[in-house]
DNA sequence: GCGGACTGCTTACCT
DNA sequence: ACAGGTAAGCAGTCCGCG
C-alpha cells in the first residue's frame, strides 16, 4: 500500500492532465520499443516524453560521457535513463588564476582539459567573497578518480616547479562524484517526482501536496526562527511528496562446489550456477534449475507450491540468460550480498561461459556491482549499516546474516540443511534457493514495505542515489546534503584542512584516554529503590544545541571581533552571532520537523493507518540522522570535520543538564540519576514538573519532556546500570550484566526470572515477600551450579563477538580468542565479526570452544563468580547480599 | 618466585 | 568510518617481600 498513488495525483475528473498524460504514455511505449530494437543496451533511455517517474539514480556514463540519471515510471513499473541534455561539464576549483593555470603544460595539454574561467565564491570560513578559477573538463575522470595524471592532482605536483612558493596552490570540489555535482548544480531532488517534456527533465508539481506544505508551514512551525522557514520548506516538500510503489524481484543463486565447506570464489567463478530463484513483489515466484551430470537419473518432481513456476535448462548459459531477462526488466534487483557474491559471480561466470560483456546487464564495480538498467539493491549492506542496525531495527539483530536477520525481523529462517549444497536433490536445492529469495524478498516488503519507504525518504533526504544511499553510512548522508546546500547557496566547500587550519582543534580534556575532547555527564545515582520515579529528557539535545546556539565550522571561532564575546561556558571558543551557519539551519530544521510535526503525526491514532505508517518511516529516518548530526563534527572520517564543534556542542550540553539538575534542586525535587540529556526524579509533583519544563523552555530554548515515568526504579551504585518498572509491569533494563548477550543462557534465565519478579511488585509493602522470591531465585541458580545441574552445556556458553581477525590480538589475548585459536587448530575458519561460545573450564588454557568441551571439564566455580557479579548489580541496590543468600543455602544443604 | 596493585586491552552497553 | 562515558573481565607488568 502506497500513501497517495498517482491516480490520486492526476484525478480521474481532470480531463486535461488526464489526455495529455495518456497521449505521452502512448509514445512512449513506441518509442521505447523503437529504442529497445535499435540498441544493443537492452535499457530504454527515455523517450522525449516521459510521464511524472520518480528520479532513483543518476551515474556517469563513459561511452556517452553524459550524466544519466535512472526515472523509474511507476505505470509501467520501468526504468527509463534520461541523459544530460543541458551541456553541464565536469570541472574543479582552484586558488590558481587562469593564467596560470594555463601555464602547467601537464594541465593545459591534458586532453581532457576544456576551459578555465573565473567564478566567485562565498568562503564562509573567513566571510568574504573570493574569486577562484573553475576548471572545466571534458570528462569527470580527467578532474580526479585515475591512479595518476589528474588534475587535482597535477596542480600541487607542479606549481612549485613552475611559480615557485608564492602561494600554496589549492584544489577545491575535486573529490565530488561526477553525477553528485550534476545532482547539486542542477539542483536536482533524488527520490522525487521528474517528467520528461520535449526531452527535458522537469519536476513535478502536486498541487495538492504544495497546499499542505503551506499549511503545515504556517500551523504547525508559525513561530520557528524566520531564517529556518526556507529550510523547513524544502524539507517538508521532500518528505510530503507521495512514496512510489517499487515493483522488485529479489534474487539467489546457488552454485556447484566440489568442497563442502567453500563457497567458489566469486570473481573465478570456476563452477556453474546450479540453481536461481527470483520472488518478485506481485507474487511471481520463479526456481531455476540446472539439469547436471552428478544428478542423472534423478526425479525432476519439484516438491513445491503450484504458484512457483520450476524451469529446468540442460545449458547453464541458457539458465544464466533467464536470470538477465529478469535483471533486464525489472526496475529493482533485491539481493542480500549481491555486491560480493551473487551479481558478482553472475558477471565473472557469464564471461567464463562465453557471453560477451555487452551481453550481460551488471556493471562491475570494485566494490558494488551494479545493474545497467535496474537498480539493484544489496540488503547487506543496508542491514550492515550501524545506524540502521541501531535505530531503525532496535538492535534487533547483531550478526548481518540473511538467517539472523530475518530471523529478527520477520520471525523466519533459512531451511537448515545437513548436507552441502551440490549434494541436495533437485527438490532440496530449489526449496533452499527459493526460500532465500523469499525471504530477501521479504525483508523488504514487511511492515508496509518499510525497507524501501525508508530508502526513498533517504535518497531524498540525502540528496544521493538510492544505490549509493543503500551501501554508504550516515556521514555520508549528511556529507551529501551539506555539499548540496553550499552549492545551492554558491559556497565554496572547503576541504578539511581548510577548516583546522583556521578553526583548529580541541581544548578540553577527555575522561576517555585517547579521546579528543571532554563528553557528557553522568550523575551518580543514588542506590536504592525508588517509588515514583519521572524521567525527563530533551528531544534531541544535541541538534537542539547546534540549532539554538548556530553551531557549524563558519560559526564557531569566525573572524569577526565582536563575536569574541559570545563563549561557549567551559571552552575558549565563541559562537557568531551575526549569520546562521549551514549546519545549525540544516540540522536545526530537520530537528524541528521530527519533534514538531512527524513524530507526533506517526502517534496520531486519528490518521489513517497507511499515513501514519509513512510518517512513521519519515521520523525513524530523521532520527537516524539526528543521532550522527553531532558525532559527525568530531569524527575525522568526515569531510566537515571541525573538531571546535563537537566541543562546543558537548559543553554546552554539559551546562544545560547541570544548570537543569541545579533547577530541579531549587524546586525541591530530588534527582536521583542523569544521563548526558536525561534527569531521574523522585517522585516529583505534577507542578514541579510542569515548573521545570517551563523553566527549560524560557531560560534554554529548549523542550524537557517527561519521557517515562516508572512505578519503580531501582538503581545500582553503578552508572548507565539501572531497572525501571512501568506502571503496566513492563521493565526496562539498562546495562545490567544479566541483559547483555554475551553472557551464558544458564545464567541469563535466572536474570529474567528475577526481572520477571519485580514486575509484579506493586507498592513499598510488597517488597519484602518479593525479596524472598529472589533469593530462591538466586539459591536455585547457585544450588544448580555447584551440584552440576545444567542441561546442556551450550547454554553455559559466553558468546563474545570477534572484534577483528585472531592473528592481529598481539598485545593480550582475551578468552575468546584463545577459544578461537583452538578452533581454528581444528580447521575451522574464524574472521573478524565471528561470534566465539566458549565455556570455562578447569584445565589449561581455561576455556574451550563450547563445541570442543564435555561437561565435566567445566569449573562450575567460575561460574558461580559470575553468577554473583551479576546478581550484585541488583541485589546491592535491594539490600541483599549475595554471599548471604548461598550462606543459607550451604546450611540448607546440611539439613 | 609469588601475589597484590596497577594499567591496558577488549567487549558490550548508555546517551 | 558519527561521538564520548561507563562497567566488567582478563592479561600483562611492576614492585615489594628478609
Keep these: 500500500m502506497t500513501l497517495s498513488r498517482l491516480d490520486d495525483y492526476f484525478p480521474k475528473d481532470n480531463e486535461s492532465v488526464k489526455t495529455e498524460l495518456e497521449e505521452t504514455s502512448g509514445k512512449q511505449s513506441h518509442e521505447a520499443k523503437k529504442f529497445r530494437e535499435e540498441s544493443n543496451d537492452l535499457g530504454a533511455r527515455a523517450p522525449k516524453n516521459l510521464p511524472p517517474s520518480y528520479f532513483i539514480s543518476a551515474t556517469y556514463d563513459g561511452d556517452a560521457n553524459l550524466a544519466c540519471i535512472k526515472l523509474y515510471d511507476p505505470r509501467s513499473k520501468r526504468i527509463y535513463k534520461w541523459y544530460d541534455n543541458t551541456g553541464h561539464k565536469p570541472y574543479c576549483l582552484t586558488n590558481l588564476t587562469p593564467e596560470e593555470v594555463r601555464k602547467i603544460p601537464r594541465v593545459a595539454d591534458h586532453p581532457g582539459f576544456e576551459d578555465v574561467e573565473t567564478v566567485e565564491k562565498y568562503d564562509a570560513l573567513h566571510d568574504r567573497m573570493i574569486k577562484v578559477t573553475k576548471i572545466i573538463a571534458k570528462d569527470p575522470l580527467s578532474i580526479g578518480g585515475r591512479p595518476r595524471g589528474c588534475i587535482r592532482d597535477i596542480i600541487p605536483e607542479d606549481y612549485p616547479r613552475i611559480f615557485g612558493s608564492e602561494k600554496e596552490p589549492k584544489v577545491w570540489e575535486a573529490a565530488i562524484k561526477y553525477y553528485e555535482c550534476y545532482i547539486y548544480d542542477r539542483e536536482l531532488l533524488p527520490g522525487m517526482l521528474y517528467m520528461v517534456k520535449d526531452g527535458d527533465l522537469i519536476p513535478v508539481v502536486d498541487e495538492e501536496a504544495e497546499k499542505n506544505i503551506k499549511e503545515i508551514l504556517e500551523t504547525v512551525f508559525k513561530d520557528e526562527p524566520k531564517d529556518l522557514l526556507s529550510y523547513l520548506e524544502s524539507w517538508i516538500r521532500l518528505l510530503e511528496y507521495p512514496a512510489a510503489d517499487m515493483k522488485r524481484v529479489a534474487l539467489d543463486i546457488e552454485v556447484y562446489s566440489p568442497i563442502a565447506t567453500r563457497v567458489p570464489d566469486a570473481e573465478e567463478a570456476p563452477y556453474p550456477i546450479i540453481c536461481a530463484s527470483l520472488v518478485d513483489s506481485e507474487g511471481k515466484k520463479r526456481v531455476l534449475l540446472l539439469r547436471r551430470e552428478d544428478r542423472r537419473g534423478e526425479s525432476e518432481e519439484i516438491d513445491l507450491p503450484p504458484n512457483v513456476d520450476v524451469v529446468f535448462f540442460n545449458d547453464e548459459k541458457a539458465l544464466v540468460s533467464e536470470i538477465f531477462k529478469a535483471l533486464d526488466e525489472y526496475p529493482f534487483v533485491i539481493t542480500f550480498n549481491g555486491d560480493d557474491f551473487d551479481l558478482r559471480y553472475l558477471y565473472h561466470r557469464a564471461q567464463k561461459i562465453g557471453f560477451r560483456r555487452e551481453e550481460i546487464p551488471i556493471d562491475p564495480g570494485r566494490r558494488v556491482y551494479l545493474l545497467r538498467n535496474g537498480i539493484h539493491i544489496d540488503l547487506y549492506k543496508f542491514f550492515y ?100 546546500e553550499h552549492r545551492r547557496k554558491n559556497m565554496l566547500i572547503p576541504n578539511q584542512e581548510d577548516i583546522i587550519a583556521v578553526k583548529g582543534k580541541t581544548t578540553t580534556k577527555a575522561i576517555i584516554k585517547g579521546k579528543k575532547y571532554k563528553g557528557a555527564i553522568v550523575v551518580h545515582p543514588v542506590p536504592g529503590v525508588h517509588f515514583n520515579v519521572a524521567v525527563m529528557d ?246 544448580k551450579l555447584k551440584r552440576r545441574e545444567w542441561e546442556d552445556i551450550n547454554d553455559l556458553a559466553f558468546e563474545v563477538v570477534l572484534g577483528k581477525s585472531p592473528e592481529t590480538y598481539t598485545k593480550t589475548t582475551p578468552q575468546h580468542v584463545k577459544a578461537a585459536r583452538l578452533l581454528e587448530k581444528r580447521g575451522v575458519e574464524i574472521k573478524a565479526g565471528d561470534l566465539i561460545r566458549f565455556v570455562k573450564v578447569t584445565k589449561d588454557p581455561y576455556v574451550k570452544p563450547v563445541e570442543l568441551a564435555s561437561d565435566e571439564e567445566i569449573d562450575a566455580d567460575k561460574y558461580i563468580a559470575y553468577l554473583q557479579s551479576t546478581f550484585d548489580q541488583i541485589l546491592d541496590a535491594l539490600g541483599l547480599d549475595f554471599e548471604k543468600i548461598i550462606g543459607l543455602t550451604r546450611l540448607e544443604q546440611f539439613m
Aim: hydrophobic fraction near 35%; aromatic fraction near 10%.
Design 538 to 783: 530533551f528531544q534531541s539535545l544535541y541538534p537542539s544545541i547546534i540549532k539554538v546556539y548556530n553551531l557549524g565550522y563558519q560559526s564557531i571561532r569566525c573572524p569577526h571581533e565582536e563575536c569574541r564575546r559570545n563563549i561557549v561556558p567551559g571552552t575558549d571558543h565563541w559562537i557568531c552571532t551575526k549569520q546562521r551557519a549551514l549546519e545549525s539551519a540544516l540540522i536545526g530544521s530537520l530537528r524541528d520537523l521530527r519533534v514538531y510535526w512527524y513524530k507526533p503525526r506517526s502517534k496520531d491514532k486519528s490518521l489513517p493507518e497507511a499515513k501514519r505508517n509513512w510518517y512513521d518511516v519519515i521520523q525513524r529516518a530523521l532520527k537516524v540522522i539526528l543521532n550522527a548530526s553531532y558525532g559527525v563534527f568530531g569524527a575525522e572520517t568526515f569531510d566537515l570535520y571541525c573538531p571546535p564543534v563537537a566541543e562546543a556542542t558537548a559543553a554546552i550540553g554539559r551546562e544545560v543538564i547541570t544548570q537543569t539538575i541545579r533547577k530541579a534542586e531549587e524546586l525541591g525535587i530530588q534527582v536521583l540519576y542523569g544521563d548526558t540529556d536525561s534527569i531521574f526524579l523522585k517522585n516529583p509533583s505534577p507542578e514541579q514538573i510542569k515548573m521545570l519544563a517551563e523553566w527549560a523552555e524560557k531560560t534554554l530554548g529548549m523542550e524537557l519532556d517527561v519521557d517515562k515515568v516508572y512505578r519503580y526504579a531501582v538503581l545500582s551504585s553503578r552508572k548507565k546500570n539501572y531497572l525501571g518498572v512501568f506502571e503496566d509491569g513492563s521493565v526496562d533494563v539498562k546495562g545490567l550484566t544479566g541483559k547483555k548477550r554475551h553472557i551464558p543462557r544458564f545464567i541469563k534465565r535466572y536474570f529474567d526470572e528475577l526481572e520477571k519478579r519485580l514486575a509484579k511488585v506493586e507498592s513499598p509493602a510488597e517488597f519484602e515477600e518479593a525479596k524472598e522470591d529472589i533469593k530462591k531465585i538466586v539459591q536455585e541458580c547457585y544450588y
Design 385 to 484: 549499516n550501524r545506524s540502521i542496525q541501531v535505530y531503525a531495527f532496535a538492535q534487533k539483530y547483531r550478526n548481518v546474516t540473511l538467517d539472523e536477520v530475518a530471523s529478527a525481523i520477520l520471525g523466519k529462517s533459512k531451511i537448515e540443511i545437513s548436507k552441502p549444497i551440490s549434494e541436495l536433490s533437485y527438490s532440496e536445492l530449489a526449496r533452499y534457493c527459493l526460500n532465500d529469495a523469499e525471504i530477501t524478498l521479504e525483508l523488504t516488503s514487511y511492515n508496509d514495505d518499510l525497507v524501501m519507504k525508508l530508502l526513498l525518504v533517504l535518497t531524498r533526504i540525502s540528496k544521493m542515489p538510492m544505490e549509493d544511499v543503500s551501501r554508504q553510512g550516515v556521514s555520508r548522508w549528511i556529507r551529501s546534503f551539506m555539499q548540496y
